[in-house]
Each structure stands twice: as structure tokens, then as C-alpha cells.
């Protein structure tokens, strides 16, 4: 790895099966990206052995690092820097900030993944400028984060915006939760690939989501059914969620994402039938990708570290 410039911050991406990591300088600037496997396969401790190293080594290839960003997913305690719990890493109440602070002898700032996507989405990205708003994430599962008054909301236990556990109908499919119903159970790609290979009689083996919404679009009748009942649980679980917050805008990432209209049109049109003293706000797609949960962790490294607010809003000017 080639060094890097001055004063920069280490930011590292957890997820299930890879760990995406940079350092990124005080403009913005992401001065190089590392991929690793995450080793959930081995057990918790490599996968905490695997994204200390990953820091340690970004981090060393500059003697003036000032913080270290971590974005991880499952329940996490924010303000503590402890995960709560997180199933696809193994992890029960791990205080991954100062198992990091330990190792590296540096500050060190954690924030939950979807938050972190949904805050640099605020700085950078889709919701630039805005106050309120839900940042939901469609992949394999459900994801979603709420920002209001500009801060991503984590409530008393840092579980809160739990979107994808939101019961759309009692009498629904069961949810990986071991619950029936939830919003995930209806719209995560996960589900409607299953649902759509349950229901259909051929040419439904190895389907994806993307693959269902094209269906739909093509006018086959049972990826039609399917991907109306997602898009209906989607305005169901948004129309409720408008309804307690009136957010100004709602921004939609995750792979399923890049459906395009056959998502936004849809949603949008389902919302509108939805809402009932209000007309709903706009529903638009996310803009950083993949890249987003590595940007709002190193939003909150350059933050813990004490940067200039007035430096962080440029940060727009870079991209
Ligand atoms: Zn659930």
C-alpha cells in the first residue's frame, strides 16, 4: 500500500461477507479502498480480529491518522461503541470502539451501517439539505434509518428505525425474525425471489428480486402479484411512518434500488392511495451506492476527531 496523505481518517465498512475500508482525508477524498473477507464463517473473535488488523494497516500507512470510523450492522449501541447483537457477524455485546481504541491508541467513532449510510446520504448525497427523513435500504433484508433534526435517531436501546420489522400484515409470511408479517417478510430481494419461486410453476429457479421486477414489467401475472404486494407493503410501512415523523423526503438504496420506476413509480402511486391528510413526500433514490456506509463512517471518525463542520459540508464540492 502506497502512503498516504496527512491527516486523514481510517474508515471501515462491516459487513456480512466483506470489509470495505479507506482512508479518507479532510476534503472527502477516499485515498484508497482494501476489500477483505469478513470471516463470519470463523467465529466472532476473527471477524473482531479481522476488522482490527484491516484498521491497523490502513492506519499505519500514515503516521498522522487522527480517528478511525467503524460502520457495522445489527444493534448498535452508537454512543458506547458496543454491538448489541449482530447475527451475520456472531457478535453479542462486543465493544468493538474499545477493542479499537485499545489496539490502535486512537479515537475511535461507531456508528450502526444503515445510520451511517443515511448520514452521508445528508451530507452528499440524496438528501443533501434536508432535516427529516428515512433512508431505507432494500437487499437481501430490510434495512432503515431515521434522521430527524438532522441527527440519525438511534432510540433508547439503538434498535430504533427498525423499519424492516414493522408488521404490514398479521396474517403474512413468516419474517427471518420469527415473526409473520413484517415489512422485510413482503419486500426485502430475499423474500420476493422466494415468494416468487414458491408461487410460480417454472422458470423461477434461481430468480432474484431484479429478475421478479422484470417479470412484473413484462406483464407475467404471478411477478406482477408478487412485486405489488412489495411495493405495497412498502407504502404501508412509509404511509405509518409519514404519518408519526412527516419527514421531508424518504430515500431508497440497497440493490433492489436500481429497479428504477418499476420501484419509485410504483411506490410513489401506492403512497399517494395511502396517505390521507397529507400529501406524501418525495420518494427518491439513493445516490452513494455501496460507498455509503464507508462515507458516513468516516463522517463520524472526522467528527469525533473535531473537525470544522463549515470543512465537512465541502466535502460536497469534492465529489
Ligand atoms: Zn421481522
Known sequence: MRPVAPHHV???DVGGTSLKGSCVDGDGHALS???RPTRAADGPDAVIGA???LAAELASASPDRVAVGLALPGVVDDETGTVISAANLRWRNVPIASLARER?????AVMHDVRAAAVAEGLLGAARDAHDYLLITLGT???AAMVIRGEPYTGAHGFGGELGHVAVEPRGPLCGCGRAGCLEAFASAGHIALRYQAMADEHAEGCTARDVAQRAADGEPIAGAVWQEAIDA???AVANYVTLLDPELIVIGGGMAAAGEELFGSLRHRLEAHMRFAKPPPVVPARL???AGRYGAAIGAWR???IDEARLRNWQAAR
Do not use: W
Not at 490502535?104 to 475511535?108: A, H, I, N, R, W
Open 10 to 12: 481510517v474508515a471501515i
Open 33 to 35: 479502498l482494501e476489500r
Open 51 to 53: 476488522v482490527l488488523e
Open 104 to 108: 490502535l491508541g486512537t479515537t475511535v
Open 141 to 143: 433484508g430490510v434495512g
Open 234 to 236: 412498502l407504502a404501508i
Open 289 to 291: 451506492g455501496e460507498e
Open 304 to 306: 469525533a476527531a473535531g
